[in-house]
């Protein structure tokens, strides 16, 4: 069972992987482990973010998120798309500008009732499009 | 984007390939919010590349080899290391060496090696409504509040910018934007609101409500100015704040309706006592009576003031054994405050006064622990009085944390032991 909402494009290009959803705030500094590239708290604690769809309602903390995001990137261990529910933070925009990961921003406040960690999804920012593939029927 | 003729040569190179790049992604980043045109921009906090974000360094030096120049007045925020001092943090010797390349790179490119989150506290306090880009989320939320200056939440970017002049008009360059979305009417006693951390955690609660937006906050008495700069850090580290206004404190709104310009609030919020004492609960997770290894102050950077006021209160004092007591400021307040015999005061008690870097931006993650097989996690329990400092702690260290005023947080360093 499929679903499809709409978001508004941050950083050009698609991606699709397992999501890993965050209902509230997510900081990539201090949320995420630089090294390991696993998330350091609830509800997705341990998971790692590479290959990854993160969702997520807002982005919060440091203006150093942007420099993880891009260490990530080059470890290979950054997600392959980004979601967010509220306006995209300019500081991380220019990480995911930078480490070439779609991006889409506004989405429909639906996708975080919806979309569940382990779901696949595809991002395809150039037609501001998150299709959320659900694993199990909920 | 409409670009002026100078910035389309800019762009396709009559200025060099590091200026097109530059203006490639200023223009793309432009483009990604709906910016109409760039702005020219007088004042840039750059991120200092730090040695622990694998391959930063070393992009720091091609960067500069490559002969890269600022056009504009530019600072640099913190490192992971105390570069006049390397190996007093405890770092491991090569990710000192590796971090102290970075110094020739910013000087080549006529860069001002501040190091600090706190260039405010230099004289760097940009006119009101001037445009800047600025790094550092206590230094973006003080220009923007406190000076009435305009800046985004810069990120790497902000390196683009120094080397342009170039910033796309949009989000807090822009009047509509700054306008406040959420009231907040504290009605905590004026006397609770007397210390550096009670305006921390004032900070950490409302950040935690208003997220990235605009909080409007009554009913506080005035406060110093380091208040203000703790104040700031905590609302971007609950939440990702911007900008805030205090009535008949912050310069862009005398009054509630200047600070909504005429708008009704989206919401409204009573803060007491209870919420401010939640906050502590939150990061107070030491167990009475334990052991304490680290204490903290000076996140962000302390004032010469600060430092005085924690010299009156370490002379002929010892620190306990096991404790690092960290006082951290910037490169630049740390030789006047040597001149003025704080420093002799301050150490000769067993603290250590740390420029350029702090515990959140040193070797002490868990991650380069890790890397370089060190004791992880290499702080047990930190004490100190800023909430930035112990929610990152408390993450990226993996310490336990109690947040609690500077003078109890020297006592605790005397004594050794959380009370």
Redesign the interface.
């Known amino acids: 069972m499929s679903r499809m909402f709409k978001g508004r494009?941050?950083?050009r290009g698609s991606a699709e992987g397992e999501a890993v959803v965050f209902p509230g705030?997510f900081?990539f500094?201090?949320?995420v482990?630089?090294?390991?590239g696993e998330v350091?708290?609830a509800p997705n604690k341990g998971t790692a973010l590479a290959g990854k769809v993160l969702i997520y309602r807002?982005?919060?903390?440091?203006?150093g998120?942007?420099?993880?995001l891009?260490?990530l990137a080059?470890?290979g261990l950054a997600p392959v798309a980004i979601a967010t529910v509220?306006?995209?933070?300019?500081?991380?925009?220019?990480?995911a500008?930078?480490a070439k990961i779609p991006f889409v921003c506004d989405a429909d406040g639906e996708l975080l009732g919806r979309a569940k960690t382990g779901d696949t999804v595809k991002i395809d920012a150039d037609e501001g499009s998150i299709e959320v593939r659900q694993l199990i029927a909920s | 984007m409409k670009l002026t003729r100078e910035e389309r040569d800019m762009l396709v190179g009559a200025e060099g390939d590091v200026v097109a790049e530059a203006m490639d992604?200023l223009v793309?980043?432009g483009d990604?919010?709906g910016a109409e045109q760039l702005a020219d921009v007088e004042y840039c906090h750059y991120?200092a590349e730090?040695a622990?974000?694998?391959?930063?360094v070393e992009d720091a030096v091609d960067y500069a080899a490559r002969g890269a120049k600022v056009r504009v007045d530019t600072t640099t925020s913190t490192l992971c290391c105390d570069l006049e001092r390397p190996l007093s943090t405890g770092i491991p010797e090569p990710l000192a060496e590796l971090q102290a390349r970075v110094e020739h790179a910013h000087v080549s490119m006529g860069i001002l090696d501040t190091y600090t989150c706190t260039p405010q506290l230099l004289g760097w306090t940009p006119n009101f409504g001037s445009i800047i880009a600025s790094?550092?989320?206590s230094a973006?939320i003080y220009f923007n509040s406190a000076l009435g200056a305009r800046t985004?939440?810069?990120?790497?970017?902000t390196r683009f910018t120094a080397v342009t002049g170039k910033y796309p008009l949009m989000?807090y360059l822009l009047d509509e934007n700054r306008r406040g979305t959420h009231l907040f009417k504290v009605t905590i006693p004026a006397e609770r609101l007397q210390a550096y951390d009670a305006w921390c955690a004032l900070g950490f609660h409302i950040?935690g409500i208003v997220?990235?937006e605009v909080p409007v906050i009554t009913g506080v008495p005035k406060p110093r100015q380091d208040w203000l700069i703790g104040f700031g850090a905590a609302l971007?580290?609950?939440?990702?704040v911007t900008l805030f206004h205090i009535p008949g404190v912050t310069p862009e709104a005398d009054t509630v309706e200047d600070a909504f310009m005429g708008m009704q609030p989206r919401e409204i919020h009573e803060v007491g006592v209870r919420e401010l004492d939640t906050v502590y609960e939150k990061m107070n997770t030491i167990p009475r009576g334990a052991q304490v290894d680290f204490v903290t102050l000076g996140c962000p950077h302390y004032s010469l003031e600060q430092l005085r006021y924690a010299a009156d209160m370490l002379r002929g004092k010892k620190v306990a054994e096991g404790v690092r007591f960290w006082v951290c400021t910037n490169r630049i307040t740390r030789r006047q405050a040597e001149a003025l015999g704080y420093v002799r005061d301050i150490e000769g008690a067993g603290a250590l006064v740390v420029a350029d870097t702090c515990p959140v931006e040193s070797h002490m993650?868990?991650?380069?622990c890790?890397?370089y097989g060190m004791k992880t996690p290499n702080v047990e329990a930190m004490v100190t009085d800023s909430v930035k400092m112990s929610?990152?702690c408390g993450?990226?260290i993996g310490c336990k944390t109690a947040l609690v005023d500077t003078e109890a947080c020297i006592r605790v360093a005397i004594s050794g032991r959380w009370e």
């Open positions: 494009k941050v950083v705030g900081s500094l201090g949320d482990d630089m090294d390991t350091l708290v807002e982005t919060k903390g440091s203006s998120g942007c420099v993880v891009m260490t080059k470890k509220k306006p995209a933070d300019y500081n991380l925009a220019e990480g500008i930078m | 992604c793309q980043f990604a919010f991120p730090m622990i974000y694998a391959g930063s790094v550092e989320s973006i985004n939440r810069g990120g790497l970017f989000g950040g997220g990235g971007a580290t609950s939440g990702s993650r868990q991650s380069t890790r890397e929610r990152y993450d990226l």
